[in-house]
């Protein structure tokens, strides 16, 4: 009683085959040839043959009539038993497709962002049990690979190519996911778009291009971007993105804010109240809506609630059409409030009130890109509850229609990335069992082991204020170290540093420094600990789940105890400038490059293989950025006391007794580099180094 699969079976397809179901077979021929050593034999009407048979429903009997859904049917021919995949459209087809290749070939959705093997297997048997897809909880539900820099720097071709762009879509495919925006701010003529559609992803937009149309000051150089001065020119703009784009299945945002994703006024100060401004957004959204439906019978329309349009909306000065979904945000760290802009943090709620009509969804971050402290290479800072409570709540109050994941370069993410999916499919999920099916699936021993380190890291993670959600990723450790030395080196010590109130508040610039140090110093003894425990298990691994764990996992933490131990320093040099020991100084912002350092050597290491250069266009958190501000930061305080011949400080530390007196000039001057003579001095300093 089981369907028989091998070595060049047969399945039979439709005479008509679209894109997306193309290349859902594609996947499948390529699947086939990893598990059995060769490609399937794929024929049009080929039933009596055939050991897979697909097809579109031809009835309610068949197939459940709503879009998106697929069932398996057996029947027997010939004495032999036959699998038909059936799908009610495209998409069921597509999802019918890799259920198959989940459930019986065993491929994980992630297996190519993973390095996942697969076992290679001369048959296999598939019970001949009828299986009808459910329908997933969330309408419209994917991802926005935003901030991609990885994936823009990983190969020479840019805009990213089909190489770089079809793992992504299939993961998310694989994962349920029907929607993607395709990048942020990509040249138009990039084949990200294209692609996406072509294997049946919906495609919708960006909250900063409403419509997807060019942001007008590309378009008009030049011009002040204003819609009241210019309507004209927008609607030329929103008319050719409408043009584009009509037969496609797009799911149309309309929104209304200034260019480089800002706030509209900045470029239009006469709006310079509440009212005038949620006047203006909603006369815009109701026109863009208006052209949508002039060019397009019932278009598929949400408007993006982010940042001060959630305000706005929320104080009743932005009316919307209910046919319109309205989308909510969390604030960048999982929560569904708004976000922190600046030193502004409101935390206003972010969800419809029980009196909000019409269909509502969410877009939701597990990576953040802010200048503060999110997480763009590391994982989702705060614990995994954080993100199941939140968007239960979400779906709780209406949310249901449409849920945006900011997925940035899938590789860092796959965990939270592959939690969020278990939610938007069934509504909720158990964390606990959830983590332990995702590491059975990543590897192949130590499961217990495995999943209390994973628990561990988003109980590491710096708290840096008094919500729940105030974790650090790593970018912590990057941007607020850079703004310290920026305004050390501008002599600016005897003022406050502003860009830090976020975070110390409203107190001097040494408290503020000071206030750092205390955070990643308790930081760092978690940190730490964790990391050894990662060590003493990479010593029991197998070769192939060694090399998934440091990619995946330790490389990660690795980056919070370098980023930890580098802040820690830098904040130790500074308090020793301010007393004046300047070559102390020097070696401790000396020993904070060599802590950043190890946060290169980490990336460095997991760009192996298919992921050389993944990390090249690292220009986020920006380690490189980092380091070149220490680098500046190092030969100022070098100036301080060791110029102008820069051998000062060796003679006076370094050079022994029996030598300083009696040098000759012209065969001992010979300046040591910043790095040698900071290691010589340190070497000196050791016991100081304590304290």
């Known amino acids: 009683m089981h369907v028989v699969v091998k070595t060049n079976c047969i399945i039979s397809v439709p005479q008509k085959i679209s894109t997306p ?50 069932c398996f049917r057996f029947q027997q021919i010939n004495e032999k038993w036959i699998l038909n995949i059936i799908g009610y459209d495209d998409l069921g087809l597509v999802y019918g497709l890799l259920h198959y290749i989940q459930q019986y070939l065993d491929i994980d959705p992630f297996w190519f962002w993973g390095d996942l093997d697969v076992e290679q297997k001369s048959q296999v048997l598939i019970p001949t049990i009828d299986y009808v897809s459910k329908e997933q909880l969330v309408k419209y539900r994917g991802w926005f690979v935003n901030d991609e820099v990885c994936l823009i720097g990983w190969k020479e071709e840019y805009p990213p190519s089909k190489e770089v762009w079809y793992p992504v879509f299939e993961a998310l495919l694989r994962c349920g996911g029907n929607m993607v925006i395709p990048g942020t701010d990509l040249p138009k003529a990039g084949i990200h778009a294209e692609l996406a559609a072509e294997m049946g992803l919906w495609v919708t937009h960006h909250h900063a291009e409403p419509l997807g149309a060019e942001m007008f000051l590309r378009a008009y150089t030049g011009k002040k971007p204003s819609y009241k001065e210019h309507p004209d020119l927008f609607e030329a703009l929103w008319t050719e993105a409408i043009q584009k784009q009509k037969d496609q299945n797009i799911v149309w945002v309309l929104s209304f804010r200034g260019q480089g994703d800002a706030p509209f006024w900045q470029y239009d100060p006469e709006f310079d109240t509440p009212e005038k401004r949620g006047a203006m957004i909603s006369k815009v959204v109701h026109r863009q809506y208006e052209m949508l439906c002039d060019a397009i019978e019932q278009p598929i329309c949400c408007m993006a609630l982010y940042g001060e349009i959630a305000e706005l909306y929320k104080q009743g000065h932005i009316h919307v059409p209910d046919q319109i979904m309205k989308i909510w945000a969390d604030n960048g760290y999982g929560k ?15 969800l419809p009130n029980e009196n909000d009509s019409g269909e509502h969804g969410i877009y ?15 994982m989702f800072p705060s614990p995994p509850q954080l993100i199941k409570e939140e968007i239960e709540k979400s779906f709780a109050s209406g949310a249901t229609s449409y849920l945006l994941l900011n997925s940035g370069n899938i590789r860092q993410h796959l965990y939270p990335l592959d939690l969020v999916s278990q939610l938007w499919r069934y509504g909720s999920v158990d964390i606990e069992v959830h983590l332990q ?3 059975k699936r990543f590897y192949s ?41 920026g305004h050390w080196l501008q002599n600016r010590e005897n003022s406050v540093n502003e860009k830090l109130f976020w975070a110390t508040g409203e107190i001097p610039f040494i408290d503020q420094v000071n206030w750092f140090y205390e955070k990643c110093q308790d930081g760092l003894i978690g940190w730490e600990n964790l990391l050894n425990k990662c060590h003493k298990l990479l010593l029991k691994l197998s070769t192939s789940d060694k090399e998934r764990f440091y990619d995946l996992f330790v490389s990660q933490v690795e980056l919070h105890v370098s980023g930890c131990k580098g802040f820690i320093s830098l904040c130790k040099g500074y308090k020793s400038f301010t007393i004046q020991h300047y070559p102390l100084a020097f070696v401790q912002v000396s020993e904070s490059i060599w802590a950043y350092q190890e946060s290169l050597q980490a990336l460095k290491k997991s760009e192996h293989g298919k992921w050389n250069h993944f ?51 012209n065969t001992h001057r010979k300046p040591l580099s910043d790095d040698k003579l900071a290691r010589k001095l340190s070497e000196k300093f050791q016991e100081i180094m304590e304290f």
């Open 437 to 439: 099916q995702f590491i």
């Open 336 to 350: 569904m409030v708004s976000r922190r802009q600046g030193n502004e943090i409101y935390r206003i709620p972010s």
């Open 21 to 70: 179901v193309q290349h859902a077979l594609d996947m499948i021929k390529r699947d086939h040839k990893k598990i059995f050593g060769c490609q399937p034999i794929l024929k049009t009407a080929a039933e009596q043959e055939a050991t897979i048979i697909i097809n579109y429903a031809k009835g309610g009997k068949e197939c459940p009539t709503r879009p998106e859904a697929f």
């Open 364 to 378: 939701y971050h597990v990576t953040f890109h802010d200048l503060q402290a999110s997480n763009h290479l590391t």
């Open 445 to 485: 021993s130590y499961h217990d082991e495995m999943t209390k380190l994973y628990k561990s890291y988003f109980e590491k993670t710096i708290k840096y204020g008094q919500n729940e959600d105030d974790r650090a990723g790593e970018e912590f450790y990057h941007h607020n170290a850079r703004k310290i030395i």
């Open 615 to 665: 990390y090249r266009a690292d220009w986020l958190t920006n380690v490189k950025s980092t380091l070149y501000s220490l680098e500046a930061l190092r030969k100022y305080i070098r100036m301080q006391g060791d110029s102008p011949d820069f051998f000062l400080w060796y003679k006076e530390y370094v050079m022994p007794e029996t030598e300083k007196y009696i040098y000759l000039e």
